[in-house]
């Protein structure tokens, strides 16, 4: 049988590759430090497969056909399209279609309708922590891509459940293998709208430690409190589903500090799961 081996967060956002070099110097230590500490937690876990949880950012999806969730089934998928992703070490990445169909199937079952795609770009929202945690060797990615980009967004109920579906497809799949969970995105950032580079960074220390509240606590927070705290916040969502997965026991925060230069409030945690 399968085992959740691990539950994880990291922010991501174009600039922490294209303005890195402008970052000041403190901060960019911090964010590469935050950053290996989350890698080495990750390859400490020795997952055979991450669920990577992330919106796309436009890449695979468009204002004709944006799903709720999609996740990718096929063998591999494609490493980041954005040019100023190209020297991202992976052109292709191995997937596992066993245990994405498995997923599929036992959603489907309690009436969790996912698309699927057999082929999909994984942009900067999977590759930038991928890449700035710095694995030496890449689990198999199943990618889980939830929209929180383009409204009608899933509700936060509806992504904490996605999180409990995850972990019980893991625990029903036969094959024995260790499978941890990443989710990327968040915390405050604000793109393309007139709040544009805003950082809140109360905000972002009140969900982190709302995260240690009860389940209808957090999403009520998060449901008042999202809509004025950038659109990016959004992406939160994906963090809900790390939470569902990890059974909502809260996280240990690994690091959190924001970044001006990137316009993102930097969250990174680790969940705490069963043995
Ligand atoms: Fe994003």
Redesign the pocket.
């Known amino acids: 049988m399968a085992d959740l081996a691990g539950a994880f967060a990291a922010s ?2 174009p600039l922490l590759i294209r303005e890195w070099e402008a970052v000041p110097p403190e901060q960019k230590l911090r964010l590469g430090n935050a950053f290996r500490a989350l890698g080495e937690r990750i390859a400490a876990a020795r997952p055979d497969v991450l669920v990577v949880v992330s ?1 796309d ?1 436009w890449s695979n999806f468009f204002l004709d056909n944006v799903p709720a969730v999609c996740i990718g089934v096929g063998e591999s998928n494609e490493g980041p399209p954005e040019p100023w992703m190209k020297a991202f070490p992976h052109r292709e990445l191995p997937a596992h279609p066993g245990f994405a169909q498995h997923l599929v199937r036992e959603a489907m079952k309690q009436g969790f309708e996912s698309s699927v795609s057999h082929r999909l770009k994984l942009d900067h ?1 999977v590759c930038i922590p991928l890449w700035r945690m710095g694995l030496e060797r890449l689990p198999r990615i199943v990618p889980m891509i939830v929209n929180s980009i383009e409204p009608p967004l899933p509700t936060l109920s509806r992504c904490m459940a996605w999180g409990r579906q995850l972990a019980g497809a893991i625990r029903s799949y036969p094959e024995d293998l260790r499978i941890a969970v990443l989710a990327t ?1 968040g915390l405050s950032h604000s793109i393309g709208e007139p709040t544009m580079g805003a950082i809140y960074e109360d905000f972002d220390r009140e969900t982190i430690r709302r995260f240690a509240s009860p389940e209808r606590e957090l999403i009520t927070y998060l449901e008042e409190q999202l809509p004025s705290h950038g659109n ?1 916040s959004e ?1 939160v969502r994906n963090w809900l589903v790390a939470h569902g997965a990890a059974g909502a026991q809260g996280f240990e925060l690994v690091d959190y500090l924001p970044v001006p230069k990137v316009i993102v409030g930097c969250g990174f945690a680790a969940w705490r799961v069963a043995a």
């Open positions: 991501h956002g919106p950012h929202g995105g990016g992406e």
